[in-house]
T-cell receptor, first 113, second 114 residues
Framework: ETGVTQSPTHLIKTRGQQVTLRCSSQSGHNTVSWYQQALGQGPQFIFQYYREEENGRGNFPPRFSGLQFPNYSSELNVNALELDDSALYLC????????????FGQGTRLTVV | DQQVKQNSPSLSVQEGRISILNCDYTNSMFDYFLWYKKYPAEGPTFLISISSIKDKNEDGRFTVFLNKSAKHLSLHIVPSQPGDSAVYFCAARAGYNQGGKLIFGQGTELSVKP
């Protein structure tokens, strides 16, 4: 049974560029959530995907968008990058939308310069 | 608006003693509470959870207590071990009909000294 894997682990982008982060969910999980963790803060919910449909969204602008594929892997896309987007981006998968036990990947560290 | 708060950024405990990590919340609609542990360069790892209809849940050395009237929960680790040194996050589930959104506190860094 493989866990949640994210790629890349680190990334440096220039302000205004676009970025795509990827997540492979744990085997048997149909739900993926994305979180942003700024330095010294707890993770903040961006959105959740359940069976390829968005199933809840946090307080993030539309330039944060996502996709979930038939194999339940997922992408997070961020357009028009801003310096404040620099953070650790975490993906979590779970058996259901309820997230009573979500399994996190190791994260992607995004730096916007 | 910080709905889940961990007011202690750090805690230092001697090996073998009890570690108590605290968490306060403001929203009475939260239906599940979870604790995660995070080591540097790793994602958070699920530790233990509790439903809002219970007041205690125990798993080995870890016990979570929920006081709904005070909107307070705590994680007890007994006995503490050096390998427990990590950042601990409490999280609350916003409700099944809100997409399973988890709201996290800021974290408490636990240091267990040998």
């Amino acid at each position: 049974e493989t866990g949640v894997t994210q790629s890349p682990t680190h990334l440096i982008k220039t302000r205004g560029q676009q970025v795509t982060l990827r997540c492979s969910s744990q085997s048997g999980h149909n739900t993926v959530s994305w979180y942003q963790q700024a330095l010294g803060q707890g993770p903040q919910f961006i959105f959740q995907y359940y069976r390829e449909e968005e199933n809840g969204r946090g307080n993030f602008p539309p330039r944060f968008s996502g996709l979930q594929f038939p194999n339940y892997s997922s992408e997070l896309n961020v357009n028009a990058l801003e310096l404040d987007d620099s953070a650790l981006y975490l993906c979590a998968s779970s058996f259901s939308r309820g997230n009573t036990e979500a399994f996190f990947g190791q994260g992607t560290r995004l730096t916007v310069v | 608006d910080q709905q889940v708060k961990q007011n202690s950024p750090s805690l230092s405990v001697q090996e073998g003693r009890i570690s108590i990590l605290n968490c306060d919340y403001t929203n009475s609609m939260f239906d599940y509470f979870l604790w995660y542990k995070k080591y540097p360069a790793e994602g958070p790892t699920f530790l233990i959870s509790i439903s809002s209809i219970k007041d205690k849940n125990e798993d080995g050395r870890f016990t979570v207590f929920l006081n709904k009237s005070a909107k307070h929960l705590s994680l007890h680790i007994v006995p503490s071990q050096p390998g427990d040194s990590a950042v601990y996050f409490c999280a609350a589930r916003a409700g099944y009909n809100q997409g399973g959104k988890l709201i996290f506190g800021q974290g408490t860094e636990l240091s267990v000294k040998p």
